[in-house]
């Protein structure tokens, strides 16, 4: 089977082989590049690139500028890696296109869950899996059903479009702002507390299973099967 192909921009040679060797441990093939010049070269040379994890300070080309060069001719998937977390850094790589973000210093165990999520995503935007499962709650995407327990829950449209993100990003912390990024847009104006009030109204439409959303504070929620089951036993 052939393997997933991502495309690994930094300036730094020991950031570049220490997300490789983890990328490559997980059976993807990496592509790297130096600067943002040479990786738009590549991206355009490489047939199939999956994925694009994208260092923002660079030299000859930074990685906003290989965005939008990339972006006026493909949807492929970027994570951006960033040395500092700034909030008009972050909305201006979302305006651009980005899909993810990740502040170094991070774990390459975390690199690879996000890489994973974002190519999960990706895969269902494109016709990929339809139903999503976990734990004893079941989404049907196609027809915007959810069962939970076996029995059918009526869910809002954003309800239903937060669930889904958050199965679809299981067992990663997810702050206010990137699901909002993901599930409301940019181009909604109002107050990220919005957030705080679906959830809640999702948990409460979710019985037992509203276990599942834990809410990391200071940041955002994390959607996770796994410790809650185990503290059943």
């Known amino acids: 089977m ?8 930094d300036d730094e040679s ?3 082989k220490l997300v490789r060797d983890f990328l ?3 059976n993807y093939e990496v592509i790297e590049a130096e600067d943002g010049a040479q990786a738009v070269d590549i991206f355009f040379e490489v047939k199939d690139i999956a994925l694009i994890l994208l260092d923002v300070m660079m030299p000859k080309m930074d990685g906003w500028q290989v965005c939008r060069e990339i972006r006026e001719y493909s949807k492929v998937p970027i994570i951006m890696l960033t040395a500092k977390s700034d ?11 980005v899909d993810e973000y990740i502040v170094k210093p991070f774990s390459p165990k975390i690199l690879v869950a996000r890489v994973e999520a974002v190519l999960r995503r990706t895969n269902s935007a494109m016709g990929g899996d339809e139903v999503l499962c976990a734990g004893k709650i079941k989404v049907d995407k196609t027809a915007h059903i959810v069962f939970i327990d076996n029995k059918q829950v009526e869910l809002s449209y954003k309800e239903f479009e937060l669930l889904t993100y958050f199965m679809e990003n299981e067992g990663i912390a997810l702050s206010r702002e990137v699901i909002l990024n993901h ?8 107050d990220a507390r919005t957030i705080d009030t679906h959830v ?3 948990r409460s439409k979710m ?7 834990k809410t990391i504070w200071g940041m955002g929620y994390k959607f996770e099967v796994e410790n809650e089951v185990l503290n059943k036993k």
Do not use: C
């Not at 909030?87 to 296109?97: A, I």
């Not at 599930?183 to 109002?190: H, I, M, S």
């Open 87 to 97: 909030e008009r850094d972050e909305l201006q790589g979302f305006q651009l296109g």
């Open 24 to 26: 490559v441990r997980n």
């Open 183 to 190: 599930v409301w847009n940019y181009d909604y104006f109002g």
């Open 207 to 213: 019985g037992e299973q509203g276990n599942y959303i």
């Open 200 to 202: 809640k109204k999702l």
């Open 2 to 9: 052939e393997k997933i192909k991502i495309l690994v921009v």
């Open 14 to 16: 020991r950031m570049r």
